[in-house]
């Protein structure tokens, strides 16, 4: 079996910073892109930023210039660097991840279950 498991969620001011880290664990044979989606209370689930598995990344034009997504190959784990974070940032933050598990042996989407931030004005 295949698991996310997100961390660092929690409650911050406008204009602080937080970092969402993601570990995949399991039997994992590769894992290629791995993203960060969001999504506020009554808002569909919206995708905030990728990283391949080599390459560039990519940002919501929200987020461009205050966020930076990146990765740890070695442990399978990409982070979210939050800054100038703003209300409406508030969001469950989920973690995804195109991997190909050893028991299939062919390119899935895997989630985390999600961890929330909450920006206060």
């Known amino acids: 079996q295949v698991h996310l498991v997100e961390s660092g969620g929690g409650l911050v001011q406008a204009g602080g910073s937080l970092t969402l880290s993601c570990a995949a664990s399991?039997?994992?044979?590769?894992?290629?892109?791995m993203a960060w989606y969001r999504q506020a209370p009554g808002k569909q689930r919206e995708l905030v930023a990728t990283?391949?598995?080599?390459?560039?990344?990519n940002y919501a034009d929200s987020v461009k210039g205050r966020f930076t997504i990146s990765r740890n190959n070695t442990k399978n784990t990409v982070y979210l660097q939050m800054n100038s974070l703003k209300p409406e940032d508030t969001a469950v933050y989920y973690c995804?991840?195109?991997?190909?598990?050893?028991?299939?042996?062919?390119?899935?989407?895997?989630w985390g279950q999600g961890t929330q931030v909450t920006v206060s004005s």
């Open positions: 399991g039997s994992i044979f590769s894992v290629n892109a």
């Open positions: 995804n991840a195109r991997l190909v598990a050893i028991a299939t042996m062919k390119p899935d989407d895997y």
């Open positions: 990283i391949p598995s080599g390459g560039s990344t």
